[in-house]
């Protein structure tokens, strides 16, 4: 007997963002719960609390934080290439490298930023520019490491 | 060794590449059947599932690039034929599949954990692509005295640049590595979520084949990279710390100590 389902409802909802759907009925059941009241508030509820249509003035600064993150990581690998690259001690590669993923990357940067403050960007296209973070700083540190490479030959 | 599966006319269909598909396709098939039993299919995720393929792909080419930079210069080649021929590992694959489901899950504002939708897929999709590994690529261990042992002919031997064991039986494995997914594949699926906390089931999983493969790879035949290491072991050393460190954290939270309801009252 479930003389108040809104105690089963309350619990799901304050646990489903954190616990799976079957630790909440296990548990729910072994407090006592009829199982298939346990199933149709589980159904119910619905996995609601998934998508946030509105992000959060914070997930801009996020977004930010991994742009910088991925920024320095990726410069970190393309350095450790480039320490392992023949042409590395010859000279004249180093520097070229080091200049150009700095301001090309700044420049990428900026854009975003500009992007998400001032164009007000959320949502669907803030999560078109999150897909499109790591092929950027990806082919940005090859792109880079390439043209390095190529002064350094000449 | 199998390297090439069918031929039709001018298309080639590689067993590698035929593996991969298919496990990648198979993975695809329960990450949906996950996906749309609890009600998730929608925009937000279908733009989190690209991110991951992309974010996979750009991974697998990426983690282990740095092995093969130094020969891809001094044979004069452009850097790009490392990103178009150059190794490839499911290790960076994983990790940048999920570096960008991160990514694309802040930035949309995505709140849930959908870590265990793909805890059953992964398995999976690795087992099957582990097949076309073992099938067409060379050498399947180091040497071995084990009775099962496998050899390969010296002409297949021969078609490989690089092949320390070729002459004598070495270990398959490739075929350990698809007995430890298929098992944890088979443990996910009956079981359900291992763990109470949602994402740490998959969590779990990454770092039990992270340990695995680390141990896997005394006996690959991969070539030492430094401190006796492969460039594979090199790269799961962050990437199981920080599983590690995540179950710490999680441990010392107190998070797996699931709230009680209220008792029903009868």
């Keep these: 007997m479930d003389p108040d389902p809104t105690a089963i409802d309350d619990y799901i909802q304050a646990n489903r963002g954190t616990y799976t759907d079957e630790a909440i009925r296990d548990n729910l059941v072994s407090a006592g719960h009829d199982p298939l009241a346990v199933e149709a508030a589980l159904r119910r509820t619905g996995p609601g609390t998934a998508w946030n249509p509105e992000p959060q003035p914070a997930a801009t600064g996020g977004l930010m934080a991994e742009a910088w993150i991925l920024f320095i990581a990726c410069g970190l690998i393309g350095l450790a290439g480039f320490a392992m690259a023949s042409s590395f001690s010859t000279g004249g590669s180093f520097p070229f490298f080091l200049i150009a993923y700095i301001g090309i990357g700044l420049a990428i940067i900026l854009l975003v930023r500009w992007a998400v403050s001032k164009v007000g960007i959320r949502g669907l296209w803030a999560g078109i520019l999150g897909v499109a973070l790591v092929p950027i700083f990806g082919a940005l540190m090859f792109g880079t490491c390439v043209a390095a490479s190529s002064i350094g030959r000449t | 060794m199998l390297p090439v599966l069918a031929r039709f006319g001018p298309i080639t ?234 179950f710490i954290r999680q441990l010392r939270s107190g998070v797996y100590r699931m709230p009680r309801p209220q008792p029903a009252i009868a």
């Design chain 2, 13 to 246: 269909i590689g067993t590698h590449d035929f593996f991969t598909m298919l496990g990648l396709l198979a993975g695809f098939v329960l990450y949906y059947r996950a996906l749309r039993r609890d009600g998730l299919l929608g925009g937000p995720i279908t733009l989190i599932s690209v991110a991951a393929v992309l974010g996979g792909a750009l991974g697998a080419r990426l983690i282990t690039s740095w092995e093969v930079l130094g020969d891809v210069q001094s044979a004069g080649l452009p850097l790009t034929y490392v990103l178009t021929h150059g190794p490839k590992s499911i290790i960076g694959g994983l990790a940048g599949g999920y570096l960008a489901i991160v990514l694309t899950k802040r930035a949309l504002g995505y709140t849930l954990s959908t870590g265990d939708y793909y805890a059953a897929a992964i398995p999976l999709a690795l087992a099957i692509g582990r097949v076309g590994c073992f099938l067409s690529e060379l050498p399947l261990g180091t040497p071995t005295s084990l009775p099962w042992g496998m050899t390969v002919s010296p002409e297949a031997a021969a078609a490989f640049p690089r092949c320390p064991g070729c002459g004598g039986p070495m270990h398959p494995s490739m075929l350990y590595e698809i007995g430890f997914h298929l098992g944890a594949f088979a443990l996910i699926t009956t079981r359900g979520p291992l763990l109470p906390v949602r994402g740490d089931t998959l969590k779990a999983y990454l770092l039990a084949y992270g340990l695995f493969r680390f141990g896997i790879e005394f006996i690959r035949g991969n070539e030492v990279q430094w401190l006796g290491l492969t460039g594979p072991q090199l790269v799961l050393i962050p990437l199981v710390a920080w599983l590690l460190l995540h």
